[in-house]
Each structure stands twice: as C-alpha cells, then as structure tokens.
C-alpha cells in the first residue's frame, strides 16, 4: 500500500468518531471532548445510532449520512462491530481509520485484525491500531485520542508501541520540558507500521526528530530501509532487551522481539540512534530536535567549576566522545577569559569567578574557534553570578555566531539554575541539571552526524554461478533426507561465493585417502565425513599435521574407530583430507535467520571458547564494506585482530571482504540456508589473507 493516505489519517482535516457517545467517561466521549479542547479546526462527525447532540455536535447515525467528505475515522465500538464499521468506512471513501477498539491479535484475534486490514485495504483505506490510543499533532490542534491533552508544543515526534506509556509521556512532556509535534500510539501495527510514519515524519514539516518506543518490529528488513533514508535523526528506545524483558514484550502487543544484540546491529545499521532507557530518550530528542549534528569528534568544555568538568570529562569517555586537549592557539584567546589560575585545556575552567561576561567572550570565541566540532557549557551556580543572566549570555554568543555548531549546556544548581534551564531550552539550546546528561546530549548529536558521515550503501549482489552451483549441492542433501551439509559440501558452497576455504577432497578407504594427501602435499588434515557428526573434535575426528604416508594411514584407522565408538549409528561418508593451513588468529564467521530481520550475519573471535565468551557482533544481510570494517572492531577481542601482545595486525582487508561475501551469499541462498558457520577462519597478517577451514550449513526446513 502507498502512504498517500498517512496525511490524511495523521493530519485529518475532518475526522468522524465511530462510537461517538454523550455519556462522560467514555472512549466515545473523551474522544469528541479532546478533539474540542485541542481546538481542533477541521469537522468533527460523532457517529451514533441513537444519540442526536454530543457536546454541542451534531451527531450522524452512520458514516454513510455524513454530508462532506472524511480524512479520518476513530472508532471505538467494540471489537465485533469494527469490521463492518470498516467497510462502511471504506465505502465512504475514508483514508485512514483509528482504531482504538482492542481485542484483536494482542488476545490472539490475529483473525479479526487480518480481516479487518482487507476490508479496509480494499478500499484504499488506511489503518493504524487496533489497540491504541489515537494520534495527536500539535501542527494540527488534533487530540485524535484518549490521551488527556496535546504535548507540550515541539519539534519532536514521538510513535509508541505502548499506548500506555504515550499517555504517560505526554503528560510527561510538561514537566521535562521535551516538546513534541506528533504523537503517535501505533498498537498492534496491523497496517500501518513503524517504517511507514517514519516514511511520512521524513517529509512533515513539524517535524525535525523521530524518537521511537519499541517493543518488537514486524518487518526488520523495511524499518532499516526506511530509517536509513531518513535525513532527519531518528532515536529508539528498544523495550525488551533482556531474556526475561524479551518474552514480556513479545505477550505485551503480539509481537516477537528479536535479539537484542541483533536489533543494536540493525538501529547501527539504519542510522537509528539508541536510548538507553526513558529519561535518555527524554535527554537524547531534546538534543536531537534542537541542535544540528556534531561533525566532527574535537568537543571542548567549558567549565566554571572542577568538579563538574571531570564529571564531564568521564562523561566524554562513556558516550565516545573522549577530550582531547585544545590547540594553543585556542587556548592562548581562552586565557583571556580567566584568572590566572584557571585552566586553559579541556576542559576550560573559567572557575568560580567567572561571571556573565567570561562566559559570553568564551563561548562566543570557542564556537568561533575552527578546531571546536561541538562544545558544552558547563555552570555551578554561586552566591555571586545569576543563572538567568548567565544563560542569556551564552544564547546571545550562540546567536550572534550563528555558525550551527552544536551547543548542550548544564547548570547545577537550586530554583535559580532551574529557571535558566527552562529558558535556554524554550530558546533552542539543550540544557540539562547534570553534567553528564549535557555530554550525553552532545554525543547523541555526534552520532547522527556520523551515522550520516559513513555507513555506506551495502549491495547485495546476487551470483547466478554460485547460487545455480549451490542449489546442486543442496539438492543432493535434500534428496537424502538431510538438513546438514557436510563439511565437504559446505565448502563447495562457501567455495562457489568466492569464500577461501581449504582444499579438500573424500577418502572412502584408506588407499584413496593417501593418494589425495600426496597431490594435496604434506602435512595435511584428517576429518571424520559424517552428516550425523557435526562437532568433529567432540567424537576425536580431526587429526591435524598429518606428516606422511604411514601417519595418513594411522590417522585412518583412529578417526573411523573413535567415529564408531562416538556415534555407533552414524552413516559415515568417509574421511575428508585437506590442505592444512598455516596457524592464524582463529574468527568465527556465521549467519541465522533472525525472526525480524531475516539473514543475519554474525562475527567473532573463534575457536572453542565461542559459546563461553559470546564475544561476537551482528550485521542484517547485506553488509557495506564500511559495516563490515566496524564488526572488527565491535566485539571485545578487538585489539587481538589489531595486533596484541607484539603480533603483526591481522589481514583487516580480507576480513572484511570476507565479511561482505558472506553476507553476500546467504542472502542469496535465504530460501536454502537456516543456519551457517566458518568456524574457525584463521586470519593471517595484512596482506596475508586469511583461510576457512571448517564449514557448515544447516537447511531450511521445506
Ligand atoms: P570441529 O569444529 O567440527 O570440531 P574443525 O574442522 O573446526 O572441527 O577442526 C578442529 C580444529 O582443527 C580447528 O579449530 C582448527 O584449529 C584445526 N583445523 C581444522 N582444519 C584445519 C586445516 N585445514 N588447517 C589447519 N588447522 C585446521
Ligand atoms: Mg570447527
């Protein structure tokens, strides 16, 4: 379906209420109260059977009697009426219907709501809900919702999966001083979906920021694609991040929350900025829909006391932003500004005797100065100096700059500083009671500066060759009944995507497995070849650094009698043999089909300790060499692949080509492949490349 008709479901310039009633305290009723308190401009159409005034309307029995046309409907008649409700809707030709009424997937009615979207759909008509609370714009003076009242006016935009929580966080936008444009309860997303108002905040006008409260998407793959095109900043809070959180959200809206380490992967991946909890999206929108994008990593502190500029410095270091020290140049204007025993570095102390002229000369010079990418301002209120007036300094620098760095204050103090804070935020600039939260606010702004800066344009290249190559070799195991790959065969596969994989052949009887390790050349490598014995080193398959004939034939005999003793059941294909490769740094690569996002790519440090140090990180298929090129750098074991302990740096280049044709591959072969690994892959130093030597692929099940 187009989104030609979001405007007209979330910017309705005439809206009919279905369930319309004259009795205080009902949905039907706060609807129709709201719609009038918000002043709402357009027509509003009470729709009811019986009734004939409803706070002073007019009242229409159906939506078939309206005269004019209607942009909008908000029903709230019970489930069992909503179907038919719809389709008289859709005769009327109205664009989009609010669905307030619950009792559909989220009690297991996935039936109704499916029922419910074709009606509608058919029709062309929208539907946002069910289960929600409705949809408010400032922009519009439109309460469509049973929310107490508009949000405090904004530039924000706000769609929530929790209708709960948008009721609680409007009223919340008062008192924390967040404005927001547009609030959005998106429900049960039977329709109507995240990646769609994403799609039409993109293009409103109200709109400068997109803050998100998630509980699980539907469609992984379309939120990315959506996001990513998105040139306004988008921020989520993902709810259900734990084991334990994950199982709630998911019987919370009928929904299935996928992993948390994958979504982190994918927000990275469709330039989402992440909130760590409420108050951080709170905090981060503020900065988001007020400031522009920090481009650069130079931030520089001012400071009228020490201790909150430690404060902050530490703050620098948590949110990746970490202090360097200013230029001289810099430091030589900045020390004009101060007494004699300020300090000049970074950050800047002014100290305690700084008053509302220091603070203006030196933020004025510091947004001014080239080096600074971003600078935070920083006060301790004392006896001496007025917040307000310190306040009205730093805006008065910001404005008559003018030149769209990025500013985030903090004043610590009593009802003064408090004051000063409420000012400077009705006046554009970010401001915060702590240290820390200015810092945070400014790395937010970093981070959508930089999401934009690189990310690159993943491609996904599908390979006739391989995949024809491919399906071969996957047929012949489906024929048989298997849903496992040998080692051989994964290898083929890997092999076909252009993947370095060892050399290997099968050896049925011992004869053959010494001719093959002479035209291989010694040493080589002995493996068990069994579609039953996936974890070959578990059943003492593997023989390693097999040095000659004798030791080939030797290496024969144990591998099949501890196979036999392992699995005694298990159909033994034979003994592969294979090149041995030079020892490397061992990485995992692999991939799974996440339930959200679909093909899913995963990379770690290798080798037997994988499951014990989880030490691995995700990218959804397909991958830019940029993505890739982060993966390194992403999992703890980093420094190892840059070159611990003396050790020359690993092949990074390989690694993240071999990154990008993984991925690669198992997009291409989604419909095939379940579950895959390269475990291990041993990469050599730069320039050296890099070797999988073990492989496996789980199918589909069809
Ligand atoms: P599995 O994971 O099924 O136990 P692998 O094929 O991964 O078996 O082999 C176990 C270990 O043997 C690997 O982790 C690796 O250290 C080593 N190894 C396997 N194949 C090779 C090879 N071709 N060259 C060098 N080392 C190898
Ligand atoms: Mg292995």
Request: aromatic share 6%; charged share 25%; hydrophobic share 40%.
């Amino acid at each position: 379906m187009d989104n030609n008709h979001l405007n007209g479901l979330l910017r309705p310039k005439s809206v009919a209420v279905v369930g319309a009633s004259a009795t205080p305290g009902k949905i039907g009723y706060t609807v129709i109260d709201n719609l009038l308190k918000g002043k709402y401009e357009g027509k509003i159409y009470p729709i009811n059977p019986t009734a004939t005034d409803i706070l002073g309307l007019k009242v229409y029995p159906d939506i078939g009697a309206v005269p004019g046309t209607v942009d909008a409907a908000i029903i709230t008649v019970p489930a069992k009426l909503v179907l038919e409700v719809a389709e008289e809707c859709g005769k009327k030709g109205v664009k989009g219907l609010i669905v307030i009424t619950s009792g559909f997937s989220e009690v297991g009615r996935k039936d109704l709501e499916d029922d419910l979207v074709k009606t509608a759909n058919k029709y062309g008509t929208r539907v946002l809900g069910p289960n929600i609370v409705g949809t408010l714009s400032n922009s519009d003076h439109f309460n469509g919702s049973f929310a107490p009242g508009l949000p405090l006016e904004g530039k924000a935009s706000l769609i929530s999966q929790s209708g709960a929580l948008l009721i609680a966080l409007d009223a919340a936008t008062y008192t924390r001083k967040v404005g927001f444009d547009k609030l959005v309860s998106i429900g049960n997303m039977s329709d109507v979906d995240f990646a769609d108002i994403i799609e039409f905040l993109e293009e409103d006008d109200g709109t400068y920021c997109i803050s998100l409260y998630i509980e699980g998407l539907k469609d992984g793959r379309r939120f990315i694609e959506s996001a990513r095109k998105a040139k306004k900043p988008v921020i989520a809070l993902k709810a259900g991040v734990s084991a334990h959180g994950a199982a709630a959200a998911a019987s919370h809206t009928g929904s299935l929350a996928g992993a948390a380490k994958v979504y982190g992967s994918a927000f990275k991946q469709a330039g989402v900025i992440q909130a760590a909890d409420l108050n951080d999206l709170f905090n981060r929108t503020l900065a988001l829909s007020l400031q522009p994008g920090m481009q650069g990593d130079n931030l520089l502190i001012l400071t009228n006391g020490g201790g909150v500029g430690v404060l902050a410095t530490d703050a620098a270091e948590k949110y990746g932003l970490p202090l360097k020290f200013a230029p001289a140049e810099l430091q030589t204007e900045m020390k004009k500004h101060m007494p004699e025993f300020g300090s000049s570095k970074n950050p800047v102390d002014l100290t305690g005797m700084a008053g509302t002229e220091w603070y203006y000369d030196s933020v004025h010079y510091a947004l001014t100065d080239k080096w600074v990418d971003g600078l935070v301002v920083l006060y301790c209120e004392t006896a001496m100096t007025n917040p307000m007036e310190i306040a009205g300094a730093i805006k008065r620098a910001d404005v008559e700059v003018g030149n769209g760095k990025p500013l985030c204050v903090s004043f610590v103090g009593g009802e003064k500083s408090d004051a000063a804070i409420a000012w400077l935020v009705e006046n554009g600039i970010p401001a915060f009671n702590a240290p820390d939260l200015a810092v945070n606010a400014i790395a937010a702004l970093r981070e959508y500066a930089k999401i934009h800066q690189d990310g690159g344009t993943p491609r996904f290249i599908p390979n006739e060759k391989a995949r024809k190559a491919s399906l071969e070799v996957i047929a012949k195991a489906r024929a048989e009944g298997r849903n496992a790959l040998t080692e051989i065969e994964a290898k083929q596969v890997f092999n076909a995507y252009g993947l370095p994989v060892t050399v290997t052949s099968l050896a049925k009887s011992e004869d053959e497995a010494v001719k093959l390790a002479k035209e291989i050349g010694y040493p080589v490598v002995m493996k068990i070849v069994s579609p039953e014995i996936l974890h070959k080193s578990d059943a003492g398959g593997v023989k390693v650094n097999v040095k000659d004939e004798a030791a080939v034939r030797d290496a024969f005999q144990t591998i099949m009698k501890n196979a036999k003793a392992y699995n005694a059941d298990a159909n033994i294909h034979g003994i592969a043999v294979q090149e041995m490769a030079p020892w490397g740094t061992e990485v995992i690569l692999g991939s799974t089909s996440d339930p959200t996002f679909g093909p899913t790519i995963m990379f770690g440090l290798g080798g037997i300790f994988v499951e014990v140090l989880k030490d691995v990180t995700f990218r959804v298929t397909p991958v830019s060499e940029e993505h890739a090129a982060e993966m390194l750098d992403e999992i703890r074991g980093a420094p190892i692949i840059r070159g611990a302990r003396g050790e020359a740096p690993r092949d990074r280049k390989a690694l993240t080509r071999t990154i990008v044709a993984y991925a690669n591959m198992i997009l291409d072969l989604r419909d095939e492949v379940a579950e895959s690994d390269a475990n291990p892959v041993l990469v050599y130093e730069e320039g050296k490349g890099l070797k999988v030597v073990d492989a496996r692929i789980i199918l589909t099940k069809k």
